[in-house]
């Protein structure tokens, strides 16, 4: 299984672009086929983005992200998977109720909606609070 690498960044809306880069060449090298692009690009923004207006305990904190191969799952299936890890106070996204979809978008309570499209788009994800670290991985089916 190749090796799991990561990238250390100041949580900052700037550096966005970098972090995209990061992923998008960690991808090509773990042969991530091309139908999965679209939904990888918009899940590491979505959770970057969570990170840079929501989890960091003071500004210019910074976030680790990580691309590698994982058996996830009761079949230990082989996926490919980003990890976004932060310092902010405990959260787990996988807790908070569904957003009311049902509802007038102009009556729809803000937040949740991103958390929401990224666990429709991966095939698994996960939340632990470790060493006093936010770890939100998402994970998606090479098959």
Known sequence: MPENVHLSIVADFDNLATVKAFVSRRAKELAVPDRLWSKLELVVEE??????????????????????WQNVGQKADEMFCVSVRD?????????????????????????????????????????????????????????
């Open 87 to 143: 310092w902010g106070p405990p959260f787990n996204p996988l807790e908070n109720d569904s957003p009311a979809l049902e509802q007038k978008v102009e009556s729809r309570p803000i937040g949740g909606l991103g958390i929401f499209l990224v666990l429709q788009m991966a095939d698994h994800c996960s939340y632990t609070r470790e060493d006093d670290n936010n770890i939100f991985s998402a994970c998606f089916q090479m098959k």
């Open 47 to 68: 959770l970057f983005l969570n990170i840079v207006n929501h989890s960091c305990p003071t500004p210019k904190t910074s976030a680790d992200i990580s691309c590698s």
